[in-house]
């Protein structure tokens, strides 16, 4: 509609490309801090990762010190501990560095810290009073899109779920996007952490709240990772599929922090907590049989999906057209280690309608935005669909 009104939140400044980590020491320049909390995990320190970016820094180097995330999946007692130590120390910038999991404690402890609220009572969207500190993220991953996004996820081990701080307040005031430091990804984290770009790409082009320029981003994320995942899982050394990748990340983030998410992030929290299930492999395996309730009344939106997916749909039926989206999602899903059937993971056929009950109900904050209206029968039978046989 012409008249249709939205806003754009993302970092006032995106470095990205090779080398990009390079620009880290003039943007500290530039925001002349005068202490500097790191946040990152043992895994990036131990393998050089964060000596490459904090290289050139200078002076700025004896201005930090150092958090380690305990954990791949931090729960709110970790942001919490983080936000902690920042209120003691008086710092005034949060540098991030890392995948998904320090970028999202590195932001929600830059909400907490000037906050008297706890931070369950910030958990929910727009609740920040004030803005979070200033942060510079760098991710190492190409997936969680954190880095550009108005969200920070954290566990919640009381209610067996994951939920975020999404506020625009605590979007990063940069970001730099380096490939490079990507490189060293297993095949696994690369396939698990692509996926979960792909179904950012599908879930803001396809909700109800999103907007044009957000379609745009999600589209463009969504035909990158078609073309150039299987490269980057195949040969992490293949830097023009990881510079793809990072730039479908980003893109994805941007798309879907500004447009919205929808049932395959929903009912993907009922995996979250299950042992071997990382977030990425749970949208993976969830997200085709999603994606074929949704695209029944919404032919035409899944068939611009399944032609950005890198399928030919002329001559088809829209309901061939459209389905072509879904077993492109499988197949790309497959090519990169993933079977998208639950079965394959362990699942048992007794388990599949607690996890059907668990997933709808964990949804709801996010089904509001799922482009069709769900059911919980309808969340069981996809449920069935995806363990593969009845």
């Known amino acids: 509609m012409l008249d249709e009104k939205y806003s754009l939140v993302q970092p006032k400044v995106i470095h990205m490309g090779r080398g990009a980590v390079k620009s880290l020491g003039a943007e500290l320049t530039q925001m002349a801090p005068k202490r500097i909390f790191v946040v990152t995990d043992p895994i990036i320190q131990s393998l050089g990762i964060l000596d490459t970016a904090l290289h050139g820094t200078g002076a700025f180097r004896d201005r930090m010190e150092l958090f380690l995330n305990p954990r791949p999946d931090p729960d ?20 991030g560095i890392g995948g998904g999991s320090p970028l999202d404690v590195a932001k929600g402890a830059s909400a907490l810290a000037v906050h008297e609220e706890s931070a369950r009572s910030l958990l929910g969207r727009n609740l ?4 979070a500190l200033r942060t510079i993220l760098i991710p190492t991953t190409s997936g969680t899109g954190t880095e550009v996004s108005q969200a920070a996820v954290m566990g919640v081990p009381e209610e067996g ?7 625009p307040r605590i979007v990063a005031e940069t970001a730099i996007v380096d490939p490079e430091l990507a490189t060293l990804m297993p095949p696994e984290l690369t396939a698990e952490t ?3 770009a792909l179904y950012h790409g599908i879930e803001g082009f396809t909700a109800k709240t999103s907007n044009p320029i957000a379609k745009l981003y999600c589209l463009e994320a969504i035909r990158l990772i078609a073309q150039y995942l299987r490269g980057a899982y ?7 599929a ?15 922090s500004n447009g919205g998410l929808g049932a395959v992030h929903g009912l993907a929290l009922a995996l979250d907590s299950r042992q ?17 309730f949704n695209s029944v009344a919404h032919e035409s939106t899944y068939t611009t999906i399944a032609e950005a997916l890198g399928e030919s749909t002329q001559g088809l039926s829209p309901q061939e057209a459209s389905q072509k989206a879904c077993d492109a999602a ?15 993971h362990g699942i048992q056929s007794q388990e599949i309608p607690e996890l059907a009950h668990k997933g709808y109900q964990l949804s709801q904050r996010l089904m509001p935005m799922n482009i069709k209206k769900m059911k919980e029968e309808n969340v069981l039978e996809i449920f069935w669909e995806a363990y593969g046989k009845r």
Not at 161 to 167: A, N, Q, V
């Open 76 to 95: 709110i007692s970790i942001v919490e501990d983080c936000a902690s130590r920042l209120r003691r120390g008086s710092f005034d910038l949060i540098l």
């Open 128 to 131: 920040l009073k004030r803005k």
């Open 161 to 167: 779920t994951k939920k975020s701080i999404w506020d």
């Open 194 to 196: 692509g996926l979960d």
């Open 234 to 240: 195949n040969n992490g050394e293949d830097l023009e």
């Open 242 to 256: 990881r510079e793809a990748m990072s730039r479908a990340a980003t893109l994805a983030g941007i798309g879907f």
């Open 276 to 292: 071997g299930f990382s977030h990425g492999k749970g949208l993976a395996v969830l997200g085709p049989w999603i994606m074929k």
């Open 330 to 344: 499988a197949r790309l899903a497959w090519d990169v280690g993933i079977s998208p059937y639950l079965e394959s």
